[in-house]
């Protein structure tokens, strides 16, 4: 890794105008536990002119994961929403919803997961998918805030994939906390 770090600074020394060693340094920053130094890297990148929107996207991505790993999640979603105005595919669009994740911003997370199994010819696979997902962000709010209404997101899955056992299972739970038995 040393060896990988020095040969990136000398990357960029060498050639200031190479991005992509430069997102490389910062994402290597971030790994080796220096994410100060990586959001520096990733933040000066965005005020160069004319980067190329995937070029740009990239770098968001980078300074999304800098700002986790800094806890600045209100800075994360500021980024998070830059980021969701970039067209995204495959491998990218899965970390920004790892991201989205990671910060607690479900509603986009889902969002992103989606927007991407739409995208796959699944069917009735696909839509299974999207309920369990659908349950498991909602189990998320519903950890961080009992008081958060969770039902519409469950029956949104349901929607998804009326057969879903998990969806119905949590559902059912949160009607019950809530002390809606019957329903339940």
Do not use: C
């Given at each position: 890794d040393h060896t990988a770090l020095d040969l990136l600074k000398d990357a960029v020394r060498e050639d200031s105008a190479n991005i992509d060693a430069y997102i490389r340094l910062g994402d290597l920053?971030?790994?080796?536990?220096?994410?100060?130094?990586?959001?520096?890297?990733?933040?000066?990148?965005?005020?160069?002119?004319?980067?190329?929107?995937?070029?740009?996207?990239?770098v968001l991505q980078s300074l999304a994961e800098d700002l986790l790993d800094l806890d600045r999640h209100a800075r994360v979603r500021e980024?998070?929403?830059?980021?969701?105005?970039?067209?995204?595919?495959?491998?990218?669009?899965?970390?920004?919803?790892?991201?989205?994740?990671?910060?607690?911003?479900?509603?986009?997370?889902?969002?992103?997961?989606?927007?991407?199994?739409?995208?796959?010819?699944?069917?009735?696979?696909?839509?299974?998918?999207?309920?369990?997902?659908?349950?498991?962000?909602?189990?998320?709010?519903?950890?961080?805030?009992?008081?958060?209404?969770?039902?519409d997101k469950l029956r949104d899955a349901l929607k998804s994939d009326p057969a879903c056992v998990v969806s119905h299972l949590a559902l059912g739970d949160t009607l019950y906390m809530a002390t809606e038995i019957d329903e339940a």
């Open positions: 920053y971030r790994r080796k536990g220096k994410a100060h130094h990586a959001y520096q890297i990733h933040r000066a990148l965005l005020v160069r002119a004319a980067l190329a929107p995937t070029v740009e996207a990239r980024v998070l929403t830059d980021l969701l105005e970039h067209p995204a595919e495959g491998v990218r669009q899965a970390r920004v919803a790892m991201i989205a994740e990671r910060a607690g911003e479900w509603e986009k997370a889902y969002e992103i997961r989606k927007e991407m199994w739409k995208g796959e010819k699944g069917g009735e696979k696909m839509q299974r998918r999207i309920a369990l997902y659908r349950t498991w962000t909602a189990s998320q709010i519903r950890r961080k805030d009992e008081t958060r209404d969770v039902r």
